[in-house]
């Protein structure tokens, strides 16, 4: 028995120099170490302790580490989580997912990639992305945003939406028109975020009915007005980039490097795709300088080759589309303005939220958008990999982009065939999957009722 526990003790004697002359040959290869970054590379609560002990899986990890200088470099990036956002609000109960644990996400939670993010029962969220994106997630709805890159002249996102309703609405550079009417999205307000809130309303006791109709007449454009000051503040102090954004649903697939979408996602049913038009802004923007936005079916169609090129569609604004659960069919679906329309009614007039992104905006994004950072000074103080340019077509910004794209078309292939098996064995017992199969008012239900019922504190 001695003798066993004298030989595992030199066993992990030698595993210990071993790993300590690891570390210090690829520190030599490092000029830079990434925030929070810890000094062993070890997840003890991950590890196989008869993989880790055995010693032809250590000899053969010694001859790639061998064959590859900046191993440890590959190692970090390849394992990193980074941030990707914070929640701006949450009414009701909103979950995070993250490894093998969940947690209820509030003000300010940040999210990371591979996050997946979920709405119970009549919750609804709003997200900032580090970019200025903000996502509106409705009840009983999911998104699980995947990644997020910062490269010198653009940013890249990658996320699916699962199930439900989501709007999701990048930033731009554009001021908006002035509305005269009050606020549309009020179960949110007021926002814990103070500075983001309408100001409150003086209430004058010897002020007559119309004194006071009158000295508040203004106070919905005021409004917009502190918001175009705000946008004109951050242009001038931020750099402009772009978003390039590959947005995955269960029918099909979104990319484009602007967008202003509703999504549909009717758990095990179709799925449903608007780009809204961007009328609301004081410039109106060429045709041509907005982004064209390519729907792709995650399949080709019926009879044709699994590993096929799928070829996508541009959409236009303005226009519903129809993707079918199968992945291989899109279509226009004119009948949409009829049945969402009651559903986009809450997003119609933002202000408050959108004053809040550019609040956060400056205090979050300005070093994100400078271009001249370095990638040291990106990853050592800001904790995030600094990816080639965009437009470089060898660099790694796009080829990760290009593998992003198959990578997802399998990843569908996988749960499309789970669903089909789920849909057979829930029609055999005459069950409906989820009542997110459906749209309804679970979506909008509880935002309308504040609207139509406000309390004083949300007028």
């Known amino acids: ?154 940013f890249f996102i990658h996320a699916r939406v699962n199930f439900g309703n989501v709007y999701w609405v990048s930033r731009t550079r554009e001021k908006l028109k002035e509305v005269d009417a009050r606020e549309t999205d009020t179960i949110f307000l007021p926002l814990k975020m103070g500075e983001a809130n309408p100001p409150l309303q003086e209430t004058k006791f010897e002020d007559s009915l119309i004194e006071g109709l009158m000295r508040d007449k203004n106070r919905h454009l005021k409004r917009y007005q502190v918001l175009n000051d705000l946008i004109d503040e951050n242009n001038k102090v931020i750099d402009s980039k772009r978003t390039l954004v590959w947005l995955v649903t269960p029918g099909g697939s979104v990319w484009a490097d602007f967008l202003h979408l509703d999504v549909y996602a009717l758990f095990g049913n179709e799925t449903f795709i608007r780009s809204r038009t961007t009328n609301y802004y004081t410039t109106s923007q060429k045709k041509d300088d907005l982004s064209r936005i390519s729907l792709y079916p995650h399949f080709p169609p019926e009879g044709e080759e699994e590993n096929a090129k799928v070829e996508p569609m541009i959409i236009e604004e303005g226009k519903w589309y129809s993707l079918k659960s199968s992945g291989r069919q899109i279509s226009e679906y004119p009948e949409g303005d009829e049945l969402f329309h009651i559903s986009e009614f809450p997003t119609l007039r933002i202000p408050s939220i959108l004053i809040a992104r550019e609040h956060w905006l400056k205090k979050y994004s300005t070093e994100l958008y400078n271009k001249n950072i370095t990638a040291q000074e990106l990853a050592e103080v800001y904790g995030y990999r600094l990816w080639a340019k965009s437009n470089d077509i060898h660099g790694d910004f796009a080829r990760r982009a290009l593998f992003v794209k198959r990578h997802s078309r399998k990843n569908e292939r996988s749960i499309n065939r789970a669903l089909v098996s789920l849909k057979k064995s829930s029609a055999e017992r005459e069950e409906s999957l989820f009542k997110q199969d459906k749209f309804g008012p679970q979506f909008y239900g509880q935002s309308m009722n504040r609207y139509l019922n406000p309390s004083d504190r949300s007028d």
């Not at 030199?10 to 990434?34: H, P």
């Open 1 to 154: 028995m001695r003798t066993v526990t004298h030989l595992f003790l030199l066993y992990c004697a030698l595993f210990l120099t071993a790993v300590s002359a690891i570390s210090q040959d690829s520190t030599e290869n490092k000029n830079y170490r990434y925030k929070g970054d810890k000094n062993s590379f070890l997840e003890w609560n991950k590890l196989d302790i008869e993989t880790w002990l055995d010693f032809d899986h250590w000899k053969k990890g010694r001859v790639i580490r061998d064959e590859t200088p900046d191993w440890k470099q590959v190692v970090v990036e390849t394992s990193r989580t980074e941030q990707i956002g914070k929640v701006l609000d949450c009414v009701g109960e909103c979950i995070i997912v993250r490894d093998d644990t969940s947690f209820h996400a509030h003000f300010k939670t940040t999210l990371l990639e591979m996050d997946e993010f979920t709405t119970m029962g009549s919750g609804y969220a709003w997200i900032y992305l580090f970019d200025g994106t903000l996502v509106r997630i409705s009840p009983e709805s999911s998104i699980t945003f995947k990644e997020f890159n910062v490269g010198p002249d653009s």
